[in-house]
């Protein structure tokens, strides 16, 4: 990523997911947080398919790194 990540937190990102599963455009806040850049092996908030959602288009959040 090469320092060009900012995160955001993950209480916004679920915000962000409930949005887009009610069909209205995400409100992406636009902003940059100091001290919460990514870096190798940080764990950063990411959507990903729900579980079980068997094509059902529900939408998660997951801490990866």
Known sequence: MCGR?????RD????????VEQGL???????ELAGLDAFP???VPVVVPGEGAGGSGRLAVA???
């Open 41 to 43: 092996g940080a764990c």
């Open 12 to 19: 916004v990102v679920e915000r962000i997911v409930r949005e």
């Open 63 to 65: 801490e990866l790194d």
């Open 25 to 31: 455009p995400p409100d992406v806040p636009d902003y």
């Open 5 to 9: 990540f900012v995160m955001i937190p």
